[in-house]
């Protein structure tokens, strides 16, 4: 089991920063790939960015350039560093985890979600 816990959304005016933090609890072990994602108002929930455990990145392509993801992997927390943000990155951002184990095999874990909102 997995428990994820998300800080550092906020109000923020356009070409700001804001740094997302996601702190993991139980079977940090077990954790391979980490990302963020996000819901703006009216549309489906879309991948921000992802990185693995070996330290690889992707990212959305209107994300490329100004946000930053990281992990630790010994803590089991994930990071978002976001600058020159726009008023279209407005939405909840969610952390997610996805688990291998022995015994449970593969699961997914989100957070409850921390909004971000960029004003023009």
């Known amino acids: 089991q997995l428990q994820l816990v998300e800080s550092g959304g906020g109000l923020v005016q356009a070409g700001g920063s804001l740094r997302l933090s996601c702190a993991a609890s139980?079977?940090?072990?077990?954790?391979?790939?980490m990302g963020w994602y996000r819901r703006a108002l009216g549309n489906q929930r879309e991948l921000v960015a992802v990185?693995?455990?070996?330290?690889?990145?992707n990212y959305r392509d209107s994300v490329k350039g100004r946000f930053t993801i990281s992990r630790d992997n010994a803590k089991g927390t994930v990071y978002l560093q976001m600058n020159s943000l726009k008023p279209e990155d407005t939405a909840v951002y969610y952390c997610?985890?996805?688990?291998?184990?022995?015994?449970?095999?593969?699961?997914?874990?989100w957070g409850q979600g921390t909004q971000v909102t960029v004003s023009s």
């Open positions: 997610h985890a996805h688990t291998v184990g022995v015994l449970l095999g593969e699961l997914d874990y």
């Open positions: 139980g079977s940090i072990s077990s954790i391979s790939t």
């Open positions: 990185v693995t455990i070996g330290g690889r990145t």
